[in-house]
């Protein structure tokens, strides 16, 4: 996949583009790749650790873009988070059908339906207000969460790389997006 050198244009907001992507629009579609897809690959890359792969999770993310950009709400939250969001899945996806993300045992690890919840709170709550109640967790927690949810870590591999229990960083990983939720429920 070719990833034209962009610009970070803080002039170019994307929502008009993504809903004049909703309506079918190739060329707003066209546009949101030159301006994010370099971005959204080195995120991709980032988690998936291979260019084949990071390649197939952008190109997913953005048929995920053209065929669900009319779901996008700009009330709701940043388009370049959402943007993000759908690359970050792809490729955590992507990742675990290959076959890296293993529980200790050798068994893969149960998929938990707590990553979802802060994409939630990324995609549905102001951004600035997200940044202000990640800094009010431990910075340990903080690093916990970017680990895994930016970069795409398992459960599994976190307990290896800090050397606790697999159950006590799940645990962590839920008080830290409590925490998280009950902030942002008094910042909004």
């Not at 700009?74 to 993300?101: C, F, H, M, Q």
């Not at 895994?148 to 159950?167: D, T």
């Amino acid at each position: 996949m070719d990833h034209p050198a962009t610009r970070d244009d803080a002039s170019v907001s994307l929502a008009p583009l993504i809903a004049a992507v909703a309506a079918g629009d190739g060329v707003a579609f066209g546009r949101i790749y030159e301006l994010s897809a370099s971005r959204l690959y080195g995120i991709a890359l980032r988690i998936t650790r291979q260019p084949a792969l990071a390649d197939d999770a952008v190109h997913d993310a953005f048929l995920e873009l053209w065929r669900n950009a009319g779901r996008f709400d700009e009330r709701k939250g940043d388009p370049n988070v959402w943007l993000s969001s759908l690359v970050r899945y792809r490729a955590v996806d992507i990742t675990r059908r290959r076959g890296r993300v293993v529980s200790d045992e050798g068994l893969p690890e149960p998929i938990d339906d707590e990553p979802d919840a802060l994409a939630r709170l990324e995609v549905s709550s102001d951004s600035a207000a997200l940044r202000t109640c990640l800094e009010k967790l431990d910075a340990d927690r903080r690093r916990l969460l970017s680990l895994a949810f930016i970069n795409g870590l398992s459960h599994g591999e976190l307990a290896k790389r800090m050397q606790v229990p697999i159950g006590t960083v799940k645990s962590w990983i839920r008080r830290s997006l409590q925490s998280l939720r009950v902030c942002m429920e008094s910042e909004t």
